[in-house]
């Protein structure tokens, strides 16, 4: 995977990109608040269609462009995947809505044609690390969630459409559990929401189940590593609907025994979570709520049999979360045969002099990497060297070399 040009209108503080990118690595040089973290926002956007700084879209529209009837943001990458030259084109258009209102449109293009999202994620990849991704591990369940469906969004075609089926299909169900609660419906018509729920709950689940076990393979190496061999990194995957059997009277397990879940087939997931469904069914119209399944999943990090968001130290915190993402960059290797543009945002400022090091050592050639910095003095000289510096001031991006 190779980003060869990044065009932007009215993204955040850039008012206008227009850049061609080299295939050795980008150190984007300024002080903060100056537009940096923007142009990786930006490319990573490209890939999920989900930004890391926020969840609402409007927010990334450039402030003085949003104050105008119609405005538009445009994001266009010209990529290479393979080799194949590809164009991509995101357009978040704020359009007059009602009196004095304004709604959020979106149109996707892939090569000239209209897509929709969910059809493009993971056509052009990007693996981003942002210290604030540190609620991955000490955040709620709701942040690891979010994690394993972006990078999953990227490794595995199908699985946008997926979960926006799945959650549309929650929605209806929680919507209908409700009335139920209220003495309102027929019970009967939940059957129909269950078969959904199952059908594509399932999925997710197994997926998940393969995904965590793929990533921890990469990513216990990774940390094995960077601790020089002092801590044993493991992922735990706690899905809310637990397709693994249990044998009767048995305790549950305590969370650093390992569970393998790998020879589970999706029928034995299926029929197993549809009985689930079937035996709280009145609990959860009591609750008028839907209580298992992937909506509820959570993802654990532990290192030498303890978890790291309970008690981990800061610097296991960081560690960990360097491991994952490297691992995220090898694993989405493995899944599609493409190296992702890797995007690091203010790591080096995080980080010790030996954790820097490490870090440079998994920056191998034959990927495409971007950093941010206000200092380049937290890069080896000779990285500094070779890599192509741009200067960012004010939300004006000026590729090449600083004198």
Known sequence: MYLKHLSLTNFRSLTRLDAELPRRAVLL?????????????????????ASFQTHVDRQIVNFHEAKNPLAVTRLVAEYQRGKTKHRLEARLILEPTGSNGQRLRREILLDGAKRHAN??????????????????IEGGPDERRRYLNLAL????????????????????????????NERLGDANQLQVWDEALVRLGAQIIMWRIQAVQEIERFASRIHHELTRGTEVLRLAYEPAYDPLPKPEMQ???????????????????????????????????????????PHRDDLRFIINKADVSDYGSRGQMRTTLLALKLAEVEWMKERTGEWPVILFDEVM?????????????YVNKEQQVLFTTTDTNSFAPEFVEQ?????????????????
């Open 29 to 49: 040089v300024g002080e903060n608040a100056q537009g940096k973290s923007s142009v990786l926002e930006a490319i990573y956007f490209l890939a999920a269609f």
């Open 153 to 180: 969004a990227q490794a595995v075609p199908s699985y946008a459409r997926a979960l926006s089926e799945y959650n549309q299909a929650l929605t209806q169900r929680n919507a209908l559990l409700k009335s139920l």
């Open 387 to 403: 890599a192509e510096i741009w200067d960012v001031r004010g939300g004006v991006v000026q590729p090449g070399r600083i004198k």
């Open 251 to 293: 305790m549950g397990l305590k969370l650093d025994t390992p569970v393998d879940r790998s020879d589970l087939e999706l029928d034995e997931i299926q029929n197993g979570f549809l009985a689930r469904l079937k035996t709280i069914r009145s609990e959860e119209i009591a609750r008028g709520v839907t209580t298992i399944g």
């Open 349 to 361: 400022a995080e980080l010790d002099a030996n954790r820097r090091a490490d870090l440079l050592k």
């Open 119 to 136: 059809d493009v994620i993971g056509h052009f990849n990007a693996v981003i690390f942002v210290p604030q991704m540190s609620q991955i």
